[in-house]
């Protein structure tokens, strides 16, 4: 499928008629108009391999046929009522995610967005709890709403000047940097401890909830120790404080052995947020969580589009097919078989990788000189180069060093061989510069 439009035009178009705040990854991107499973194509029929799925999204592969053809079925049979009027598929979808999500949960709330999710998330804990007071980790990203930037703990995706109330931000599990300075080797969750400290310290004594996400995505596929959470848990267990997982990346099996994250660190949360992956690119979010805390919610609550018949037809479709081509086990197998490559480079380029971190397919490659200065222009270039060569890389972290490699969870260890080539001569294209 061709555009009329070359890059050029689009560009000039685009300046003019979008909000600057809209940017790009590359700095000469490509006109991307069309997608199949792993792959994009660009308005020239070029192809690209596409290992960043969208932002972590794309779960069973671009235009998926069968959740293709479920999303123009219902699209041509009943698109919206809005929920104060009775239709199957939320309810469908809402009996899946039970069946799906751990332990208690079971009662759902569905939304357009993760952002949406984690709103309401936050309402469901102060109405459930009646308290304000909500923790959340450094380094995290929440969404784009007033609320979800302050719990954002990232000055990078912060635009708001005056912040929303009651929120405050406890030390992360980030080992390789780590802010305690211990090592994996004499760690004593030292995070853990600030967690506490930040609830003496910075609330009443007596807060609603904490949110985290058990990898996090944007601040650069940070991911804890596996003891982290069930002390964590503990911690908010003893001020009375409920645990949200925000599983807006780490959800829909990509992790590789559970179809959520947090059940990696076998911990039950009380509440989970989920949406990128669970639509495969259409919006959608859900809150899930418990019938105890759910009774809370009396006051009648309406999204006109949250939980439309066309999104939840296809986050159905979407997990079925994660059941039934069984992207789950290749999440891990292919993730592993990822992972193993990465290392390899490390050891080619120990200058520039610092570490390889995450778990199945949420993957972060972390850009930083032997004494760990984050080689920022570095990253930007290996994924401009990689690029150019034909695969998309994603990129984050508080500094922008870190490479994110999320690609759908239908890709092959042929795909993983072709994007270690390609990042393999990125390195030595950025290596060689930097010599
Ligand atoms: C962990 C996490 N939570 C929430 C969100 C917000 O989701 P959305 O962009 O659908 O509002 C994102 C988006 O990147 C995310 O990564």
Redesign the pocket.
């Known amino acids: 499928m061709k555009s009329t439009m070359n890059r050029e035009e689009l560009r000039k178009k685009r300046d003019k008629y979008i909000v600057p705040g809209v940017k790009h990854l590359f700095a000469e991107p490509p006109h991307f108009v069309k997608g199949r499973g792993q792959y994009l194509y660009d308005e020239t029929g070029r192809e690209y391999l596409d290992m960043f799925a969208g ?1 972590v999204t794309i779960s069973v592969g671009h235009c998926h046929p069968k959740v293709t053809q479920r999303t123009v079925e219902q699209l041509q049979t009943l698109q919206h009522t809005s929920t104060i009027f009775m239709t199957q598929p939320m309810a469908d979808l809402g009996e899946k995610l039970a069946e799906i999500t751990p332990g208690k949960l079971s009662k759902t709330f569905v939304t357009n ?4 999710a ?1 709103e309401n998330a936050i309402r469901f804990a102060r109405l459930a709890t009646g308290r304000h007071e909500v923790i959340t980790l450094q380094h995290s ?4 709403s007033h609320l ?1 930037t302050t719990m954002t703990a990232n000055h990078n995706w912060r635009p708001d000047l005056m912040p929303a109330s009651g929120i405050v931000h406890a030390a992360n599990a980030y080992c390789y940097r780590c802010p305690f300075k211990k090592t994996p080797d004499n760690c004593s969750l030292e995070c853990v401890k600030d967690l506490e400290r930040t609830i003496q310290t910075q609330t009443s004594g007596k807060p609603a909830a904490m949110i985290a ?1 058990p990898i996090q ?2 601040g650069g596929a940070i991911t804890p120790p596996d003891d982290y959470f069930k002390e964590v848990k503990k911690v908010l267990d003893k001020y009375g404080a409920l645990f949200i997982s ?1 599983e ?2 780490t959800g829909v099996g990509r992790t590789g052995k559970h179809w959520f994250g947090i059940t990696n660190w076998g911990v039950e949360p009380d509440m989970m947020t989920m ?2 992956g669970l639509g495969n690119g259409l919006p959608i ?1 859900a809150v899930v969580t418990t019938p105890e805390i759910a009774e809370h919610l009396t006051k009648q609550q309406i999204n006109t589009f949250g939980g439309n018949p066309v999104s939840s037809a296809t986050a159905l479709a979407v997990l079925e097919t994660i059941e039934e081509e069984k992207l789950m086990e290749n999440a891990r197998v292919v993730g592993d078989y990822l992972v193993e490559g990465l290392k390899d480079l490390q050891k080619s380029f120990p200058s520039l990788i610092g570490e390889v971190r995450g778990k199945g397919l949420m993957l972060g490659v972390e850009i930083a000189a032997p004494d760990k200065t984050p080689l920022v222009a570095e990253t930007q270039r290996i994924v401009e180069l990689s690029k150019d060569d034909g695969v998309i890389i994603g990129k984050g972290g508080l500094f922008g060093n870190v490479l994110r490699i999320k690609p759908p969870m239908n890709i092959t260890k042929e795909n993983v061989d072709s994007t270690l080539k390609v990042l393999r001569k990125a390195m030595e294209a950025v290596a060689k510069v930097a010599v």
């Open positions: 932002i967005s993760g952002t949406e984690n990203y929440h969404g784009e979800a996400e995505g944007v925000d807006v990346q949406a990128k979010g």
